[in-house]
């Protein structure tokens, strides 16, 4: 059984800084993936890690202002989130993944991950 639990949501203002954080525990997986779901939108790929061999990936929508991080030894995963924007307002997921196979395209699509945390909130105002 996979546990995730987010933290570290809130609300800025455009240009700002979050750091978001996922506890994760139990066995399989071998990827932990952040997405986000705004409101009326299909949920999205926005960065994931390879847990064994640190890869990361992230959508290009964030790539050189969101990074994925992890911290092994205490089992979580990090996503620190500068130069905020009004959208990137969303629910954010922390999710696990089991694949063999560890791609950027796959990273980013929700059918990689069999477990998913409750979300959290982000909101950035102009």
């Known amino acids: 059984q996979v546990q995730l639990v987010e933290s570290g949501g809130g609300s800025v203002q455009t240009g700002g800084s979050l750091r978001l954080s996922c506890a994760h525990s139990?066995?399989?997986?071998?990827?932990i993936g952040w997405f986000r779901q705004a409101p009326g939108k299909e949920r999205e790929g926005v960065a994931g890690?390879?847990?064994?061999?640190?890869?990361?990936f992230y959508a290009d929508s964030v790539k050189g202002r969101f990074t994925i991080s992890q911290d092994n030894a205490k089992n979580m995963v990090y996503l620190q989130m500068n130069s905020l924007k009004p959208d990137d307002t969303a629910m954010y997921y922390c999710?696990?993944?089991?694949?063999?196979?560890?791609?950027?395209?796959?990273?980013?699509?929700?059918?990689?991950?069999?477990?998913w945390g409750q979300g959290t909130q982000v909101t950035v105002s102009s």
């Open positions: 139990g066995y399989p997986y071998n990827l």
């Open positions: 890690i390879a847990t064994t061999t640190g890869d990361t």
């Open positions: 999710a696990a993944g089991l694949s063999t196979v560890l791609t950027g395209l796959l990273a980013m699509r929700t059918s990689t991950y069999g477990y």
